[in-house]
């Protein structure tokens, strides 16, 4: 059974950077087909897609938060994180890391997710 | 970007009952629609994907339909544990919205 787990300081000063891995175990990260995403959620609120990565490192950004944020994946340790720099109140959430699913026809829905982990950003 | 409108935005029910929960994209998503469950402290969970493709192990009182702008979600006699929040999600193309969910609540 495919499992994803958020690991990561749970706050985090403004300005500075936010950083989350996503450990996954029950399978390989480097199959073909999947992608490997963030969503988040600020308390009280709906989800939002932030971006996924290939194993290979090809990558897609949501364009309000590309410019501070990056994603990594580390095949040899079947894992991939998050970097979010110049954080603000305004990020502080639920992120889940999640597995989109590679099926016939590209429909990549988010099937696996992990439990979540809150960051908080505050002085 | 397409946006992703859910109506309502609440609901309430009775167990047994039959409920729709509807979805409109800003320009068409063809069937690139997907719907999850999440319930109070607990991630999403993917019901349909491809817009009326029901995942493995979700039970089969849920169903989807649509293409193009307009997408339903349909749970036929509802049960206790239905009772949560849905959100619907294009992967058509990036950025991959969200609509802003639908609380299904006891009556």
């Known amino acids: 059974q495919l499992q994803l787990q958020e690991s990561g300081p749970g706050l985090v000063k403004p300005s500075e950077t936010l950083s989350l891995t996503c450990t996954v175990s029950?399978?390989?990260?480097?199959?073909?087909?999947?992608?490997w995403g963030w969503i988040r959620q600020p308390p009280g609120k709906g989800l939002e897609w932030i971006g996924h990565?290939?194993?290979?490192?090809?990558?897609y950004y949501s364009p309000s938060l590309k410019d501070r944020l990056t994603i990594a994946v580390d095949t040899s340790k079947d894992q991939f994180s998050l970097r979010l720099t110049s954080v603000t109140a305004a990020d502080t959430a639920v992120y889940y890391c999640?597995?989109?699913?590679?099926?016939?026809?590209?429909?990549?829905?988010?099937?696996?997710w992990g439990q979540g982990t809150l960051a908080t950003v505050s002085s | 970007d397409i946006q992703m409108t859910q109506s309502p935005s609440s609901l309430s029910a009775s167990v047994g009952d039959r409920v729709t929960i509807s979805c409109r994209a800003s320009?068409?998503?063809?069937?690139?629609l997907n719907w999850y469950q999440q319930k109070p402290g607990k991630a999403p969970k993917l019901l349909i994907y491809?817009?009326?493709t029901l995942q493995s192990e979700v039970p089969s009182r849920f169903s989807g339909s649509g293409s193009g702008t307009d997408f339903t979600l349909t749970i036929r006699s509802l049960q206790p544990e239905d009772f949560a929040t849905y959100y619907c999600?294009?992967?058509?193309?990036?950025?991959?919205?969200f609509g802003q969910g639908t609380k299904l609540e006891i009556k």
């Open positions: 491809a817009a009326s």
């Open positions: 029950g399978g390989s990260i480097s199959r073909h087909s999947h992608f």
């Open positions: 320009q068409s998503v063809s069937v690139y």
């Open positions: 990565i290939y194993f290979t490192g090809s990558t």
């Open positions: 999640a597995r989109l699913l590679g099926v016939s026809g590209n429909y990549f829905p988010f099937d696996y």
């Open positions: 999600q294009q992967s058509y193309n990036t950025p991959y919205i």
